[in-house]
């Protein structure tokens, strides 16, 4: 209990700012946790793109309708729409626009992130400096306040450090999806390539 009274404390004297920062991790999170399963319901993986190319390569569309019958999320959905014959006299640009369509959804609200791993330094950069404008509007020499003068400012750092907390989370979560953003685009260049020969094989 002391402890968690101790880290409100501390909370507290970083000022107004750390209530900003407080909910841009927040946002952090719950962006976090919603692309996290997002892409679990939409990315059916690397060991299924590689498979399905592997078929795709050969020309043979029932063992293809098998293997991507196995599959799930949007690369599994535009193959069988392919597949099937549904997608129309023109299926190469009809794979180009969905997987466009596709990718943009993967890539909804990453730009957020990257907004507060941007912006999160620079808040606690505000609280500090707003801190320790406080600590020096005190400062009196004939009384002697040198030490509320080093204690203000010990406060005001509170700020910075948890904006970098809040921006290395953000860049952490962002990076991680990001980098999964790119294995989905080469998983279906991958599988539209081998599509395309096998179809001329």
């Not at 549904?86 to 993967?106: C, L």
């Not at 010990?154 to 809040?166: D, M, R, S, Y």
Request: charged share 15%; glycine share 10%; hydrophobic share 50%.
């Amino acid at each position: 209990m002391e402890g968690i009274y101790q880290g409100i404390l501390m909370f507290q004297q970083g000022g107004i700012v750390m209530y900003v920062l407080l909910l841009c991790s927040l946002v952090v999170v719950y962006f976090a946790v919603e692309r996290g399963l997002y892409f679990r319901r939409m990315d059916a993986g690397s060991d299924f793109a590689e498979r399905c190319s592997h078929v795709l390569r050969q020309g043979d569309a029932s063992q293809a309708a098998a293997c991507i019958a196995q599959g799930h999320g949007a690369l599994a959905a535009i193959l069988q729409t392919v597949l099937s014959g549904k997608a129309g006299a023109k299926p190469a640009a009809y794979m180009e626009m969905e997987s466009g369509i596709a990718i943009a959804r993967f890539r909804q609200h990453l730009y957020f992130l990257s907004v507060i791993v941007t912006m999160a330094p620079l808040l606690g950069l505000l609280g500090t400096i707003s801190g320790m404008i406080r600590s020096f509007s005190i400062f009196n020499i004939e009384s002697g306040q040198a030490v509320a003068i080093t204690g203000g400012v010990g406060e005001a750092l509170i700020a910075t450090a948890f904006g970098l907390c809040v921006a290395v989370l953000a860049l952490a979560v962002h990076a991680y999806f990001t980098q999964r953003l790119e294995r989905i685009i080469t998983d279906m260049e991958t599988c539209f390539s081998a599509w395309e020969v096998g179809r001329k094989s």
